[in-house]
């Protein structure tokens, strides 16, 4: 699975960016889906994940109730709707895919290049 994020860009805080994810590979419904993020100086953090059909998400207490993950099988497409930003989700944002329910970063077998989204205060 080859993974290609999009979506980054410069936004003040309080505003609203989405992210996309697009895969290649006729596999793509098999695996979970995930979004993580590395802001500067600082560890890769688990963000999001999806399960095969999208009934399955789990967030991180930093962005549950303002990001929405979401996927669509027919387009091999993971998005991350972000919502209400704030300066602190400053990072870039990788997309990942696993064949595990998890949220430990080192389980994802295949990953995006990352996308940068900065949030200005």
């Known amino acids: 699975v080859q993974l290609q994020a999009s979506g980054g860009g410069l936004v003040q805080a309080g505003g609203s960016l989405r992210l996309s994810c697009a895969a290649s590979g006729r596999t793509f419904s098999s695996y979970f889906m995930g979004w993580f993020r590395q802001a500067p100086g600082k560890e890769r953090e688990f963000v999001s994940r999806i399960g095969w059909s999208g009934d399955s998400t789990y967030y991180a207490d930093s962005v549950k109730g303002r990001f929405t993950i979401s996927r669509d099988n027919a387009k091999n497409t993971v998005s991350l709707q972000m919502n209400n930003l704030k300066p602190e989700d400053t990072a870039v944002y990788y997309c990942?895919?696993?064949?595990?329910?998890?949220?430990?970063?080192?389980?994802?077998?295949?990953w995006g290049q990352g996308t940068l989204v900065t949030v200005s205060s």
């Open positions: 990942a895919a696993t064949k595990v329910v998890t949220i430990r970063e080192s389980s994802y077998d295949y």
